[in-house]
């Protein structure tokens, strides 16, 4: 639910809401619904919506606004009629000049606005967790089937601590010569070098990335690094090393360990298919 | 995001040696702390944060010497010898415990040195408390408890003004700063390659241009603080009492003048850009005037960082941001790459592809003398002087003679020194390079940023300053080098391509590059107006032994060509208004026009559609 921004629907729908039960007109009413719609689609999501997804959605709001008043002729009179009116009353006639006036006058500012605009550079949306490799993986000669591997390790949480305790604790000294200079002394992706990274080293911390991955995952992506990534990912500008140049096959999966043990979240499971 | 319940967790499973506990809980608590039952409680808390957030740098006994300590320049901070750098206490004092507080809450310098600010949810002020308790515990200074740590006054600063400053470089230049700080402040005074902190560590100066990269914070304030009280533990010094408050003010509104101001708020942000914007200029582009042309010409700043990503990995890089101007006509495009560096390194010699020994090689070149203290006696070159031959002993610009006590002979800023003779000729140059796609990226498929890879190679426009400007005086004009990289292990020399032209020259502290080449090329890449060019950068500092993969480089950023005619909007603004307004008079007069001949109350032939059109 955190995707939502609670403070804009509530008051928006709330607001239509109480039009309705007040019976306002029906002209008021379009333009209410139009505009609270805007709000929602603009602003109802933490995470921004780009304009041309809000352009097609108010495409389609309009479309719906102007086909339930055409089903119905009183509907139309009561759109019509006051927009009628205020073209032809002499008492408006002050108010019709302006808004005769601002409305090219705004097309002209949105033409200046966008030829005088400073071109931004071209985005590349990545996919930022893609589909593991089908085809198994080979790491220093030892050939790894993604759907199935897991960590070797895992199971000494269990069966022996104090061997699980001395793996975490290997991988914390791995974390700490290698992998914090970009992803952070307390792995929230903040690194001494990540201001110069686009994309930016992943925030471990946050739940929507090691939490909800497998730990055969985190070992294709730490092995392989940026440039074991399918295009998608944008394997040119991802500065994630292959760390099977440095790292041991046990170094990765103790490091693993240690990502989960600091941050607290647990891998998730292999399914078994 | 952050959850502070991590620490809870930390502190429940932190299973210490305890004998080592009780060692430090012991004798401090008895000193400082008999009378608190509490005390020792405090300790036993710090040190679970400690080792949890701390000590992968500074250390489980806290001398500095963590898991990450030999891959960071600046070192952790040792706190056994109750050395603190910021601080409101005049030189010689011990911090406050605010001080402290302060140095964990906002970091040091951060990004620029390691040391992180714990401002971000994981540690409350309670437990703050308890953690300025335990480092305190870590230096016997702190045991007496008549030591004095009486803060200083910060009056209240006169509003800056641009006669300040500039009564202020009087002061600069006056007080000697200048013989460390360089004279402007760019970090090359003539003895900085020569500095040491306490504990035997060279000691970079700082850039005083640079107010983001700041240990103790860049707003006026803070360099205030810097200057009065020093940096204990580093050559420099605090000037509380030596001079007044108002020269020192002035000293800091003129630092503050060469990046163009105090900034507002409460930090002090790095102006880094993402788009370098050639302009257009009407006229040939002569690389013997090319500082008139380039006056128009936006500069953009641009991160760098240590190449950490391939073998031969760079955890220190000198250089740390790059400033990049560009300017075309209709045949030409030129680059004016610069960076401030306390020494122009121009013999030797550098290329990419040179070979770099994997760091613990690099360790193990120095025969562990990076870890061993005690190889005093040792006549070579701390910095990292690494030729074979023994060179001249006398030399007109040999530094090391003169301040050096023959000390420890570790290499630290350029591990990989085989040892040899004290001369001040470096084996490796400075070097520079600009890196584009050798062809322009249909969609989005960019080269890989590492020089390259074997579908999408790369052209490097390489300068090795020991080359071209072995006389960086002279600023001679030559041919600069085009590599080609199809990845860091496959670099080729391009002997096809389009040799750019390249002069150089460093002037107090600055490297300054300029590179030229035709803008539209029969084989490589062509530069063509309004459209945007992957561009990325490496720097490599031979001072600091780098060649090779170990540099310091930037992600692709982006080059954009200005157009060589901006249209004018004022006739598509004309069309579009009258087009507009024309359409609402029609159908204004059309709504008029239906109203007189029908009733006024029967508007149902009105046509709803069209109203909202117009709308």
């Keep these: 639910m955190e995707q939502f921004n609670w403070w804009v629907i509530v008051p928006v729908f709330a607001a239509l809401i109480a039009l309705r039960w ?34 097609l959605y108010m495409g389609l709001v309009t479309a719906a606004l102007v086909a339930y008043v055409l089903t119905d002729a009183g509907r139309i009179r009561e759109v019509t009629e006051p927009l009628a009116a205020f073209m032809t009353e002499r008492r408006y006639l002050p108010y019709l000049a302006a808004v005769a006036l601002f409305i090219p006058a705004a097309v002209a500012f949105g033409i200046y606005r966008d030829m005088t605009r400073v071109p931004q550079p071209p985005s590349f949306a990545r996919t930022i967790h893609p589909a593991t490799p089908a085809e198994p993986i080979d790491v220093h000669g030892t050939s790894y089937d993604l759907g199935t591997a ?24 791995i974390y700490y010569e290698n992998c914090f200079y970009c992803h952070g002394d307390v792995m929230a992706g903040d690194g001494m070098f990540a201001h110069a990274l686009n994309p930016i080293p992943t925030n471990f911390q946050d739940p929507g990335t090691i939490a909800m991955l497998r730990e055969a995952f985190l070992f294709w992506r730490i092995a392989k690094g940026g440039p074991g990534l399918p295009a998608e990912g944008g394997p040119w500008a991802s500065a994630m090393p292959a760390w099977e140049n440095f790292l041991s096959e046990d170094e990765m999966w103790n490091v693993i360990l240690f990502l989960y043990e600091f941050t607290g979240h647990r891998p998730r499971a292999v399914e078994l298919h | 995001m952050r959850r502070p319940d991590l620490l809870r967790e930390a502190a429940a499973g932190s299973g210490c040696a305890p004998w080592r506990l009780v060692r430090r809980l012991a004798v401090p608590s008895l000193l400082l702390l008999l009378p608190s039952v509490a005390g020792a409680q405090d300790l036993e808390r710090g040190k679970a944060v400690y080792d949890k957030y701390c000590s992968q740098c500074h250390g489980e006994t806290g001398d500095g010497k963590g898991i990450a300590a030999s891959r960071l320049r600046p070192e952790p901070r040792d706190f056994t010898a109750g050395k603190y750098k ?31 600010p714990f401002d971000r949810g994981l540690i409350d002020d309670a437990e703050l408390d308890d ?41 600069y230049e006056r007080t000697g700063c200048a013989a460390c700080h360089g004279n402007v402040g760019r970090g090359d005074g003539f003895s900085a390659p020569t500095l040491r902190d306490d504990w035997g560590q060279p000691i970079r100066v700082a850039d005083l241009t640079k107010p983001w990269t700041f240990r103790g914070g860049g707003r006026r304030e803070d360099i205030f603080r810097t200057m009065s009280t020093g940096f204990a533990g580093t050559p420099m010094p605090g000037f509380h009492g030596a001079l007044p408050p108002e020269d020192i003010w002035a000293i800091t509104d003129y630092m503050l003048s060469l990046s163009g101001g105090p900034q507002e708020g409460d930090t002090v942000e790095a102006p880094y850009a993402n788009v370098v914007r050639a302009v257009v200029v009407d006229q040939p582009i002569d690389l013997a005037a090319a500082d008139e042309l380039f006056a128009a010409a936006p500069p953009a700043l641009f991160p760098l960082l240590g190449q950490i990503v391939e073998p031969g990995r ?41 070979p770099v020994p994997s760091w613990e090689e690099q360790l193990a070149e120095t025969g562990g003398a990076a870890a061993d203290e005690e190889s005093g006696g040792d006549e070579d070159d701390f910095w990292g002087v690494g030729t074979e031959e023994s060179g001249e002993e006398e030399s007109a610009d040999d530094f090391w003679g003169v301040e050096e006590s023959g000390g420890a002979g570790d290499d630290f800023w350029g591990t990989g020194d085989e040892g040899g003779a004290t001369t001040p000729d470096k084996e490796f140059s400075d070097a520079v390079a600009i890196q584009f796609p050798q062809a322009m990226p249909q969609g989005v498929v960019k080269p890989y940023f590492i020089f390259g890879d074997a579908q999408n190679p790369v052209d490097l426009w390489f300068a090795d300053l020991g080359k071209v400007a072995r006389d960086p005086a002279a600023a001679e004009i030559t041919e600069a080098d085009l590599w080609t990289g199809r990845g860091s292990a496959a670099m080729t020399p391009n002997d096809a391509g389009d040799v750019p032209e390249v002069v150089a020259r460093y002037q107090e ?50 080059l954009y060509l200005e157009p060589f005619e901006r249209p004018n909007p004022l006739p598509a603004m004309a069309k579009a208004f009258g087009g507009v307004l024309g359409l609402e008079i029609l159908l204004i007069a059309f709504v008029r026009w239906r109203r007189r001949r029908t009733a006024p109350a029967s508007a149902d032939a009105a046509r709803p559609a069209t109203a909202y059109e117009s709308s």
């Design chain 1, 22 to 55: 007040r019976r306002t007109s029906m002209l008021t009413w379009f333009a209410a619904w139009w505009i609270g719609m805007f709000l929602v689609v603009r602003y109802g999501f933490t995470v921004p919506v780009p304009m041309s997804v809000v352009k």
């Design chain 1, 150 to 173: 897991d960590n070797p390790y895992r199971e000494l949480e269990e069966t022996d601590p104090a061997a699980f305790k001395a793996r975490v604790e290997n991988g914390r000294k």
């Design chain 2, 86 to 116: 910021v601080r409101m206490t005049p030189t010689g004092q011990l911090p406050t415990d605010q001080d402290i507080r302060n140095a964990i809450r906002k970091g040091l310098g951060f990004p620029y040195t390691a040391m992180p």
């Design chain 2, 131 to 171: 953690l300025v308790a335990y480092l305190k515990s870590f230096s016997s200074a702190f045991a007496d408890p008549d030591a004095q740590r009486q803060p200083i006054d910060i009056p209240a600063p006169p509003p800056y003004t641009p006669a300040g400053a500039e009564a202020g470089r009087e002061v």
């Design chain 2, 314 to 354: 760079d955890f220190y890089p000198s250089v740390v941001e790059v400033a990049v101007q560009a300017i075309y006509n209709q045949d030409e495009i030129a680059f004016r790459v610069s960076w401030h560096d306390m020494r122009a390194e121009t013999t030797g010699h550098n290329a990419p592809d040179l």
């Design chain 2, 509 to 558: 502290g600055e490297w300054s590059v300029v590179f030229k080449r035709k803008r539209r090329s029969r084989g490589g890449l062509s530069f063509n107006p309004s459209t945007f060019v992957p561009i990325a950068f490496s720097v490599w500092d031979g001072f600091n032994r780098e060649r090779g993969n170990k540099r310091a480089l930037s992600a692709w950023f982006d």
